[in-house]
């Protein structure tokens, strides 16, 4: 679906798994933020073989945080696409290289010694599947920063959902790519999802630094695109007069 020109949000669909990345470009520039769940390589093949694009000449990834359904394909694309840059917040970093445990497998080692069998195989095949997409080299941004491409890309540091999560303003499109910050339910802007936040109020309070952005539109990685009063709809969540 076109955002605007020269950005895109991609619908990668496999079964009851939905998910909304998006891609970008300019003269220079091939970026793709978020890459799926595990297995999802073709599909992302034939979203951008669409536009007119191939995972080869992808210049970069940018990362909204470390869950495998957004971390899936990163690593198999970066084999494919040599000269690939990955990008995430300092603070992500860490998880995504295997400098510290990702937050959603460190809380089911917490457990480990009541989980029921089932549940237990279940967590070392996840431990298998981060440590099998452990990348070797990650570009750490800084809250605030700017990339120079596509726009302006702004990197916006909003803790919570994850210790490193990030949302990205699109400047030319004035576009929000927002990760799982927000997300859409019934047609409209709702904040995180509780059961899957590490820390719910944190990350109910980092939406606050999304208040000060002119968005027009907002792109949610479950739910996919919203266009209405965003300020008014995170005030809302944020419960601000």
């Known amino acids: 679906m076109k955002i605007a020109n020269g950005l895109e949000m991609?619908?990668?669909?496999q079964g009851d798994r939905v998910v909304f990345p998006v891609f970008a470009w300019d003269e220079t520039r091939r970026v793709l933020v978020d890459t799926g769940f595990p297995g999802q390589e073709p599909l992302f093949a034939e979203a951008l073989s669409a536009l007119g694009f191939s995972m080869d000449q992808v210049t970069e990834i940018l990362l909204t945080h470390q869950d495998m359904d957004h971390i899936g394909c990163a690593k198999s694309f970066l084999d494919g696409a040599p000269g690939c840059r990955v990008m995430a917040h300092a603070d992500e970093a860490p998880y995504l290289t295997g400098e510290k445990t990702p937050v959603k497998l460190a809380a089911m080692e917490a457990s480990l010694d009541t989980m029921p069998e089932d549940r237990r195989a279940f967590y070392h095949e996840f431990r298998r599947g981060y440590k099998n997409r452990k990348l070797t080299n990650v570009t750490r941004l800084t809250d605030g920063e700017t990339l120079p491409f596509c726009g302006g890309v702004k990197a916006i540091h909003t803790p919570g959902h994850t210790p490193g999560h990030l949302c990205l303003y699109f400047q030319g499109a004035k576009a929000l790519v927002a990760g799982d910050a927000l997300n859409i339910a019934n047609g409209a802007l709702a904040g995180?999802?509780?059961?899957?936040t590490l820390d719910m109020a944190r990350a109910t309070e980092s939406l606050e630094k999304l208040l000060c952005l002119d968005v027009e539109t907002v792109v949610c990685y479950h739910g996919g695109v919203f266009?209405?009063?965003?300020?008014?709809?995170?005030?809302?969540?944020?419960?601000?007069?």
């Open 10 to 13: 991609l619908e990668i669909r």
């Open 192 to 196: 995180p999802a509780p059961q899957h």
């Open 227 to 241: 266009h209405g009063d965003v300020r008014k709809e995170i005030a809302a969540l944020m419960r601000l007069p």
